[in-house]
């Protein structure tokens, strides 16, 4: 057993040395192969400068021609045959004797009376959910046009079905402008009724 190991030992040491003595010797080679490579010529580029000379060209620019003269006018005769006459340019005035009756007091030619007429009508939305239900129907509503002609206090008097249109109607008819009632050169306020529809052929 004691000669088993102290062989073993020998060969280890062997192999130490062995593998001790090659790095050695490949570290010796890399160090010579390395001064062979510094020892290589060096290889040195030199830019040569040519002498170039430029050259600048002069752009001259073209002459001008001159635009030909206009011609003269012609002359112009008139004989005495041509000159106006007194009588040929009398013009004559109109007769403000029968002038339009403009009547009398602040409005002067003014209209007397005339209807309300309607100038904006903003038409209603139809609710989502009437439309989503496919319901359709009417809603009948009273209004006060203003001497300005907005409107005033929109009310539902009739409706079909109920409740369902009430509140598009009333949203609708606020955005609605007339040119009021003319009542002796006066703006009145006066009511009005109105009937809209919810038809779903509209949407």
Known sequence: MVARQGIAALLALGITFGLFYLMQY??????ERGADIRKGQVIEFVRLKRDTSTQTRKRELPKKEK????????????SQND?????????????????PDLGSGPNLGAPSDSDSVPLVRVPPQ?????????????????FTITATGTVENPRVL???????FDRAAIRALKKWKYRPRIVDGTAIARVEEVRLTFDLDDL
């Open 26 to 31: 490949l570290i010796s080679m890399g160090s």
């Open 158 to 164: 009739d409706a079909q079905p109920k409740r369902i």
């Open 126 to 142: 139809y609710p989502i959910r009437a439309a989503e239900r496919g319901i359709e129907g009417w809603v009948v509503l009273s």
């Open 67 to 78: 635009p030909p003269e206009p011609p003269p006018p012609p002359e112009l005769q008139m």
């Open 83 to 99: 000159a106006p006459d007194a009588n040929s340019m009398a013009i004559a005035a109109p007769d403000l004797s029968a002038g």
